[in-house]
C-alpha cells in the first residue's frame, strides 16, 4: 500500500496550491483519508478529512479557505488551498485509515502515511 502526495510548492500569500495524493495498493472509497502538515518545530496537526460517504472535516485554521475531496475513479485525494497565509507553511502529508468509520483529525485514527510535501507561502 503507497500513499504518495505531490503538487506543493512556493507561492505568495493570497495565492492557491492543490495538493494530489495517489493511492496504490488500495482505494480511496472505503477509508478515512485526511491531510495533515507539520511546520519545524511543531506537532504534526491535522488539516482536513473526508469519511467514505464524502463527508468532510476541517481544521478551525482552514475553514473557508481549504478543500478536500477526491476522485473515486482515479483512487486520487485532493487537497485545494485557497487564500494561502504564511502561517500555512509546513510539509503536508496524506494519511489512509485502515478502514471506514467516523473519521477524525488525530493521527492515531490513520495507519498509512506518504513522506509528505513541502508548502511554503511567502509574505
Known amino acids: 500500500l503507497q500513499v504518495v502526495e505531490s503538487g506543493g510548492g512556493s507561492v505568495q500569500a493570497g495565492g492557491s496550491l492543490r495538493l494530489t495524493c495517489a493511492g496504490s495498493?488500495?482505494?480511496?472509497?472505503?477509508?478515512?483519508m485526511s491531510w495533515f502538515r507539520q511546520a519545524p518545530g511543531e506537532e504534526r496537526e491535522g488539516v482536513a478529512s473526508?469519511?467514505?460517504?464524502?463527508?468532510?472535516t476541517y481544521a478551525d485554521s482552514v475553514k473557508g479557505r481549504f478543500t478536500i475531496s477526491k476522485d473515486k475513479g482515479k483512487n486520487t485525494l485532493y487537497l485545494q488551498m485557497n487564500s494561502l497565509k504564511p502561517e500555512d507553511t509546513a510539509k503536508y502529508y496524506c494519511?489512509?485509515?485502515?478502514?471506514?468509520?467516523?473519521?477524525?483529525?488525530?493521527?492515531?485514527?490513520?495507519?498509512?502515511w506518504g513522506q509528505g510535501t513541502q508548502v511554503t507561502v511567502s509574505s
Open positions: 473526508i469519511d467514505a460517504d464524502g463527508t468532510s
Open positions: 494519511a489512509a485509515a485502515q478502514s471506514a468509520g467516523s473519521c477524525s483529525l488525530l493521527r492515531g485514527r490513520y495507519t498509512y
Open positions: 495498493g488500495y482505494t480511496i472509497n472505503n477509508r478515512c
